[in-house]
């Protein structure tokens, strides 16, 4: 394993914040939809975060958005094919967020070492042997259904304890597919079937996803509970709550934030870091 890949798998012990760079390779991403479709400008993206401070270069193809539609695992591929192999010559930790085997096949094989699994192996029965044989690091998130459902009528009786009970279920079921508990991070799952007090929740309750032992992952990146607090509607304008949101669940343990500024986040977390040393 790389010291860099060992370096994020360690953070939850080191405190070391980790920074992951979302690349969507997508016509219609919530955010930045088609902006990176084009394999040279999204290229050009993963070296701009890359130069900006990124650990991690999250590779997707397709959108999770709510009320999305599933995209093909040949098609995914066909979108990742000119721009993955680019992105990890740069030398960068490259992952790639699909809940596909296929398509974690074609990206382990062109030089990913993370697979992102929004699904947590729920959705595809062969990524956990792909991740248990492959020795690449697997995120496992949890996600309330599908995409296209998931917003319609979300319900926790608690959140925190809900979320956290499947995480460590998730986990074991990995474990006993033969991914080692040392090569998994969790995530929440920040607007994957949740309502604003349930986000909420989730970001003040980081400490009861690190008692599970392992790196803990943070995805509110623009996402519509910013909006919800501020009234701010456009996505690209969230900077400022991404960066609260991140800082929130880092100050209570979590290490790993995924987002599309890398630049304003990497600064934060190097002064959050140096006011808890
Ligand atoms: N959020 C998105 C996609 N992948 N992976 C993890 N582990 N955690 C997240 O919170 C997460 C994720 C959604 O954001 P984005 O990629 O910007 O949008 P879209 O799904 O529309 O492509």
Redesign the pocket.
């Known amino acids: 394993m790389s010291a860099a890949l060992e370096e994020v798998l360690n953070s939850h012990r080191t405190g070391r914040p980790v920074v992951m760079g ?1 690349l ?1 390779v ?1 016509p219609d ?4 939809g088609g902006k990176f479709y084009d394999p040279a400008s999204a290229v050009a993206q993963a070296l701009r975060m890359v130069a900006e401070g990124a650990d991690i270069i999250d590779v ?1 193809a397709e ?3 709510p009320g ?1 539609e599933r995209v093909p695992a040949d098609e995914q591929i066909a979108r990742l094919e000119p721009v993955l192999p680019e992105v990890a010559k740069l030398g960068v930790l490259v992952s790639i ?1 699909t809940t596909r085997a296929e398509v974690a096949e074609f990206a382990l094989a062109a030089g990913a070492r993370i697979i ?1 699994d ?1 699904s947590a192996g729920r959705d595809d029965p062969r990524m956990f042997a792909l991740a248990a044989s492959s020795g690449a690091a697997l ?1 496992l ?1 949890h996600m309330l259904g599908e995409p296209k459902s998931m917003q319609l009528d979300p319900r926790y009786e608690d959140v925190v304890r809900e979320i956290r009970d499947f995480l460590a279920e998730r986990l074991a079921a990995a474990e006993a597919a033969g991914v080692p508990r040392s090569r998994c991070i969790v ?1 929440p ?3 994957f079937g949740k309502r604003l007090e349930h986000n909420l929740a989730l970001l003040a309750g980081a400490e009861a996803f690190c008692r599970l032992g392992v790196p803990v ?1 943070y ?1 509110p ?2 996402k519509r509970f910013i909006g919800e607090i501020t009234g701010e509607e456009v996505p690209t304008n969230r900077l400022g709550g991404t960066l609260a949101a991140c800082l929130a669940a880092y100050r209570r343990g979590a290490t790993i934030f ?1 987002v ?1 500024d890398v630049a304003p986040l990497v600064q934060a977390l190097a002064v959050a870091r140096a006011i808890e040393q």
Not at 29 to 32: A, I, K, N, Q, T
């Open positions: 979302v969507n997508t991403s919530f955010s930045d997707g959108s999770t958005r999305s967020d992102n929004v995120v998130m995530d799952g920040i607007g992952l995805g990146s623009r995924r599309h």
